[in-house]
């Protein structure tokens, strides 16, 4: 075991910082053993973040036959890792992250094109959104954060109604958010929009202690 992951064990220890337009400072960390990814405020990869997503994507059945995958917002790629290895989805993921220093780090220090079929966009996820036309997905996951927060811009009827029209017939959507950022009062009104475009949805709240989850299918 090396030394940096023995003592994260006692304490957090910081290997590397990167400089980001978007977000920051961000940090490569060791943690309980692990590398993850920080801002300065939050996980943002590789840490309590995982274990959010995983648990969104546990209740709403996801199932490795899903033939397409979009994802919103790529960190440094954990959710990817999750998928390839706990859920054994070996399916297409198109990723679409705004910011080319997660880009970077995520092929660079955790190495996530390891896990192809992989396509990374380096786009807004709005603008990619409203140009997509003849692609449709069985799964969108939007994990969409400028630090610790969704750009209001993700959270709009627009948004919502570009992603309902881009999901497959009986196709899933998992949002997340932060509790501390996000109140829950926008959150439900995100799930009444959805809800009047005949999606079937539900909140889960309080995952991890930290996140609310909204998940909808549409009909």
Same mark, same amino acid.
């Given at each position: ?9 006692? &304490?957090?220890? $910081? ?7 978007? /977000? ?17 405020? /939050?996980?943002? /990869? ?16 996801? !199932?490795? =036959?899903? /033939? ?10 954990? &959710?990817?890792?999750?998928? $390839?290895?706990?859920?054994? #989805?070996?399916?297409?993921? =198109? *990723? ?25 966009? *380096?786009?807004?996820?709005?603008? #990619? ?5 003849? !692609? ?12 610790? =927060? ?11 109604? !570009? ?17 501390? =950022? ?13 809800? !009047?475009?005949?999606?079937?949805? $539900? ?9 609310? &989850? ?6």
């Amino acid at each position: 075991m090396s030394f940096k992951k023995w003592v994260s064990y006692l &304490l957090p220890w $910081r290997e590397k910082t990167y400089e980001s337009p978007f /977000s920051g400072r961000l940090e490569i960390n060791w943690q309980q053993g692990k590398r993850v990814l920080d801002t300065a405020n /939050s996980n943002y /990869s590789y840490g309590s973040l995982q274990q959010i997503l995983q648990r969104g994507l546990q209740e709403a059945n996801f !199932q490795p =036959t899903a /033939s397409n995958l979009l994802l919103l917002g790529l960190g440094g790629g954990s &959710l990817i890792e999750t998928l $390839r290895l706990h859920f054994d #989805y070996q399916g297409l993921i =198109t *990723c679409v992250e705004i910011d080319p220093v997660v880009i970077q780090i995520a092929r660079e220090e955790f190495h996530i094109e390891r896990f192809a079929p992989l396509t990374i966009i *380096c786009d807004d996820a709005t603008a #990619y959104a409203a140009r997509t036309e003849s !692609q449709l997905f069985d799964w969108i996951i939007a994990d969409i954060f400028i630090g610790d =927060t969704v750009p209001k811009a993700c959270t709009q009827p627009d948004f919502l109604q !570009q992603l309902t029209r881009l999901l497959a017939d009986g196709g899933k959507l998992l949002f997340n958010t932060m509790q501390t =950022t996000f109140p829950i009062a926008e959150l439900i009104a995100m799930e009444a929009y959805l809800q !009047q475009n005949n999606l079937k949805t $539900r909140i889960l709240r309080h995952v991890e202690h930290t996140n609310n &989850l909204l998940l909808a299918e549409k009909n």
